[in-house]
């Protein structure tokens, strides 16, 4: 049996979603965020020394991040989320996998980071500095760069009504989260109907709504 070690509020609703769309049978050890610190609770280091999710062990096997775990269950369950490696959308379905946290992840956590410093805790002195930091930090880096990525999403999504073609796959599953956070950090779906209409659609798909009912809802913004 697959267990799926899930961080409410985080990277391993992707790993509920994907299990659903392949009807394969699993279960969730659910582990709740500390709530001063946000961060995972130390018994997810008894499965993986790094003490993040997601962790999905089967059998015998231990997996850890998100695209090693997308692509290790799609090879051994659902080939039908990936494109045949002759076609056209292979290529594409690859780089849009690992695009979502190789890319455009670390952007968004800058952006987190970068709210985090506008509002420190500690003396109220210190406050405007901080603020000025963020603010320009936001404005000369972070801001110009998600909309640049942004921008990019939504012309890769006029071509296609998912990543990688047509259907369905991989790629569309490992991009949810980064979409599902900066739609509600920095609006990203504004003024991207291409995006707006891929992300319509995806919440929309009865194994995704079936894995936030299971797993809990995102809530991704400040």
């Known amino acids: 049996m697959i267990t799926v070690h899930h ?6 609703h992707r790993v509920l979603w994907l299990l659903e769309e ?20 130390p018994e997810l280091k008894l499965v993986h020394p790094l003490g993040k999710a997601p962790v999905v062990t089967d059998g015998e096997l231990v997996l850890a991040e998100s695209g090693n775990i997308v692509e290790t269950l799609i090879e051994r369950y659902g080939p039908h989320l ?13 780089y849009w996998l690992h695009y979502a946290e190789g890319s455009v992840m670390p952007l968004l956590l ?3 980071v970068s709210a985090k410093i506008a509002n420190p805790p500690g003396p109220f002195f210190i406050k405007p500095i901080t603020k000025t ?64 209409r891929w992300f319509a ?15 809990g809802p995102l809530t991704l913004g400040f």
């Open 110 to 112: 800058l952006k987190l």
């Open 7 to 12: 961080l409410e509020n985080s990277r391993s």
């Open 133 to 196: 930091i963020s603010k320009a930090l936001d404005k000369t880096f972070v801001d110009p760069q998600l909309a640049l990525h942004f921008d990019h999403i939504e012309q890769a999504l006029s071509k296609s009504a998912f990543f990688a073609g047509e259907q369905l796959s991989g790629a569309d599953i490992m991009m949810s989260f980064p979409v599902e956070a900066a739609a509600g950090r920095i609006n990203a779906t504004a003024g991207r109907p291409n995006l707006a």
């Open 22 to 41: 392949l009807g394969v049978p699993y279960e969730i050890k659910l582990y709740k965020r500390n709530k001063k610190t946000m961060l995972a609770p």
């Open 201 to 215: 659609a995806i919440k929309a798909r009865p194994a995704y709504q079936r894995a936030t009912e299971k797993g």
């Open 82 to 94: 990936a494109p045949s490696r002759e076609s056209a959308d292979f290529q594409r379905f690859r």
